[in-house]
């Protein structure tokens, strides 16, 4: 069993106590908040002891799991590693490239597990089509949330847009070629909606939308390439794949004929199943079989590097469209 202690108790914080508090590898030795009233209450909560320090809860765990704001995700980190204790990072993994880079740095060649909370890598509706054949061509992302002031201090792109980048770059694993973006600050200093148009060296174009100032909450995937088209709705777990074949495959007797300019091809839908899950919950028990097992884990800093590489990016293109805009 894994000794963990959680480090931040807001409101991302109380659901990782919640979370881990069932995973059977895990022992929960105790909390630590810069805030000793918020530490208090937790304590009386969830009955768990409260650390003093930073550096006390560290020495007393093999595992910490840092869920405090992102500003304060480096020098943490670099606490952590210092003790040679492995770790749980929120996203996005730090406050800047050069953290991040740093961080990467210096866990290298050190016998540290670290993972990134990009947490809907575990959503249902991704976990589906995992033993799919996907090679994206185009793919439209559209996350849109309700306005929440929680979050507001960093742009849309940080807050909200970095889910979908994490996932695109795993579906799309080559190098991105091209950023155009746009958008505007409504409600808060920094962008509340962006959009952006993403070209990767190998062809594929993705065009991504996120905005926490809809009159609707919604988290959609819609993904095409050659032979599919497949929709992931994360909001409700649900994945359609909806495949076109020259002949009809072998056992599918449902397929849909369709004339076109190049002859008869068949439609075949299929709904594979998105099985109901804790995503944080799954995330960090995935992370404890990683320790466990000494295998890689699912999101490594390099993943969380990368999302932040191309969200900066993104986020420098929206201010040069402001400026010519001003202009």
Not at 58 to 85: N, Q, S
Not at 128 to 154: C, S, W, Y
Not at 216 to 232: E, H, I
Not at 254 to 282: F, H, Q, V, W
Request: glycine letters at 4%; one cysteine or more.
């Amino acid at each position: 069993m894994l000794k963990i202690g959680v480090l931040g108790f807001g409101h991302l914080g109380k659901i990782h106590v919640k979370c881990i508090q069932m995973i059977d590898q895990y022992d929960l030795v105790g909390i630590y908040d810069v805030n000793p009233l918020v530490a208090k209450k937790a304590a009386e909560t969830y009955d768990l002891p409260i650390f003093d320090s930073v550096e006390a809860l560290i020495a007393a765990v093999d595992v910490v799991d840092i869920v405090t704001p992102t500003i304060t995700h480096f020098e943490l980190a670099k606490k952590v590693i210092a003790a040679g204790k492995h770790f749980f990072i929120e996203k996005p993994i730090t406050h800047t490239l050069e953290e991040a880079q740093t961080l990467c740095a210096l866990i290298q060649n050190q016998p540290i597990k670290a993972q990134v909370g990009h947490v809907e890598r575990f959503n249902p509706a991704l976990l589906a089509i995992e033993d799919k054949n996907i090679q994206p061509m185009f793919v439209e992302a559209h996350r849109l949330a309700m306005f929440n002031p929680r979050g507001t201090d960093v742009s849309v792109v940080l807050d909200l847009m970095i889910h979908d980048l994490d996932i695109i770059l795993k579906l799309i694993p080559h190098p991105v070629r091209s950023v155009q973006a746009s958008g505007v600050a409504i409600v808060s200093p920094s962008a509340d909606i962006a959009n952006a148009r993403i070209e990767f060296d190998n062809g594929a174009i993705v065009n991504i939308t996120a905005s926490r100032i809809s009159m609707k909450n919604m988290r959609k995937l819609r993904v095409f390439q050659s032979d599919a088209y497949l929709s992931l709705d994360f909001l409700n777990k649900k994945t359609e794949v909806v495949r076109i074949h020259e002949a009809i495959p072998a056992g599918k007797d449902n397929c849909m004929e369709l004339d076109t300019s190049i002859g008869k091809r068949y439609i075949e839908l299929d709904m594979p199943e998105a099985r109901p899950n804790n995503a944080i919950k799954m995330e960090l028990e995935s992370f404890a079989q990683s320790i466990l097992d000494n295998r890689p884990t699912k999101v490594a800093l390099e993943d969380g590097l990368k999302a932040l590489q191309l969200a900066y990016w993104i986020m420098d293109e929206i201010q040069k469209h402001q400026k010519r805009v001003a202009n």
